[in-house]
């Protein structure tokens, strides 16, 4: 069965410190994997995407996650995060005609 | 241009209502889906629609009804709307094979 998981429920940065998130998925198949992210008061938005070949994907606003096939994982990192990086964010993974996503992660950056 | 648009944006209403939430896709994807976000920001689908035909349904209450008239189009239908169903409700739409899903901006609804 497909199953994403966030262990990082909560995350509080000070500003210009690196980010990384952590996701890890369960899926029998050949993956794509997805970054969203859900600034307060707002709708979801996709911020990165890996489909196929350079397991290195960079998206926008500086955020880029590496796809890493041995440990099912597809961390997300930005080398200095700011204050406008507060938000939500969510890993998901496609299986069949739908998405799975991870439960999130809150992202408070602090200025 | 809106991609994907939900109506209302905020929706308050009394328990045991019935009320319908509108999303339309101007995409021309063929697959359309409604999600649920609770107050722990979970995600979790309810809903798929592919070219009119409901593929995936997951277990949720029988008092939720998708509609979709025509594949630009999803719609949700509540009946006797009960506490617990307080949440952010969000429309999406992908095209198969391609995996990325398009959202829209979400509706809250608050059962009082």
């Known amino acids: 069965a497909q199953s994403v998981s966030q262990h990082n429920h909560h995350v509080i940065l000070s500003e210009a410190a690196s980010l990384e998130l952590g996701c890890n998925y369960s899926?029998?198949?050949?993956?794509?994997l997805f970054w969203y992210v859900q600034y307060p008061g707002q709708h979801l938005q996709l911020l990165l995407k890996?489909?196929?070949?350079?397991?290195l994907v960079k998206g926008i606003k500086g955020f880029e996650a590496e796809f890493i096939k041995s440990k099912f994982s597809f961390n997300l990192r930005k080398p200095s995060v700011q204050w406008s990086d507060t938000a939500e964010y969510f890993c998901?993974?496609?299986?069949?005609?739908?998405?799975?996503f991870g439960t999130g992660t809150r992202l408070t950056v602090i200025p | 241009d809106t991609a994907v648009s939900q109506t209302p944006k905020y929706l308050v209403t009394q328990m045991g209502n019935d009320k319908s939430i509108k999303c339309e896709q101007n995409l021309g994807h063929d697959t359309m889906y409604w999600y649920k976000q609770d107050s722990k920001k979970f995600l979790k689908i309810m809903f798929s629609y592919n070219n009119k035909e409901l593929i995936i349904n997951e277990t949720v209450p029988n008092r939720f009804s998708p509609k979709s008239p025509d594949k630009a189009h999803l719609n949700l239908h509540i009946n006797s709307l009960e506490l617990g169903d307080s949440a952010v409700y969000f429309c999406a739409s992908s095209q198969v094979g391609r995996g990325q899903s398009t959202f829209g901006s979400g509706t809250r609804l608050t059962v009082v």
């Open positions: 890996y489909f196929s070949g350079d397991p």
């Open positions: 998901a993974l496609t299986g069949a005609n739908n998405l799975f």
């Open positions: 899926y029998g198949g050949t993956v794509n």
